[in-house]
T-cell receptor
Framework: NAGVMQNPRHLVRRRGQEARLRCSPMKGHSHVYWYRQLPEEGLKFMVYLQKENIIDESGMPKERFSAEFPKEGPSILRIQQVVRGDSAAYFC???????????FGPGTRLTVL | KQEVTQIPAALSVPEGENLVLNCSFTDSAIYNLQWFRQDPGKGLTSLLLIQSSQREQTSGRLNASLDKSSGRSTLYIAASQPGDSATYLCAAELAGAGSYQLTFGKGTKLSVIP
């Protein structure tokens, strides 16, 4: 059973461009979480999704950030018009149910030039 | 708002020594508490998960304890090895509200010296 997969592993964008980060949960997992780890900071929750539904987006910045988890395909975290402060490691986690252990992917490291 | 604090921020020990990492949280209404390991440039590996009804969990040389009333958890590592060198994160999951987000501490960076 493959673990949580994230791609790309590294992403470089110039200011103003869009960044799309993908997360494929473990097989049988329908709950996905996105976290962000800023340099020298702890991981911060961003958003929690189930298939086709956003359950909790209390950690998402109000502008430029969006997330989806379609019926088919990976979950996508989209950052529009990136700024240097968006440079961070973005981790995705998945679980079988909301109360099960969250399994983390290797992360996508976003660098904004 | 849940806050999780880990002390110390960094720790260096000689190989073979037993050690304790500390984690404290402000809201005792947690569903569970989890300890993770993060290697440089890598993702997180779950080490131990303690449900709120449990007091401790053990896996090999690792033992994690949970005291909800005092808002504390500890991770005990026995007979440390150089391969244990990593950053250790604790994370609390708040109970209720339909969301299962984890609140992380900033971690303890452990170096085990051969």
């Amino acid at each position: 059973n493959a673990g949580v997969m994230q791609n790309p592993r590294h992403l470089v964008r110039r200011r103003g461009q869009e960044a799309r980060l993908r997360c494929s949960p473990m097989k049988g997992h329908s709950h996905v979480y996105w976290y962000r780890q800023l340099p020298e900071e702890g991981l911060k929750f961003m958003v929690y999704l189930q298939k086709e539904n956003i359950i909790d987006e209390s950690g998402m910045p109000k502008e430029r950030f969006s997330a989806e988890f379609p019926k088919e395909g990976p979950s996508i975290l989209r950052i529009q018009q990136v700024v240097r402060g968006d440079s961070a490691a973005y981790f995705c986690a998945s679980s079988r149910t909301g109360t099960d252990t969250q399994y983390f992917g290797p992360g996508t490291r976003l660098t904004v030039l | 708002k849940q806050e999780v604090t880990q002390i110390p921020a960094a720790l260096s020990v000689p190989e073979g020594e037993n050690l304790v990492l500390n984690c404290s949280f402000t809201d005792s209404a947690i569903y569970n508490l989890q300890w993770f390991r993060q290697d440089p440039g890598k993702g997180l590996t779950s080490l131990l998960l303690i449900q709120s009804s449990q007091r401790e969990q053990t896996s090999g040389r690792l033992n994690a304890s949970l005291d909800k009333s005092s808002g504390r958890s500890t991770l005990y590592i026995a007979a440390s090895q150089p391969g244990d060198s990593a950053t250790y994160l604790c994370a609390a999951e708040l109970a209720g509200a339909g969301s299962y987000q984890l609140t992380f501490g900033k971690g303890t960076k452990l170096s085990v010296i051969p």
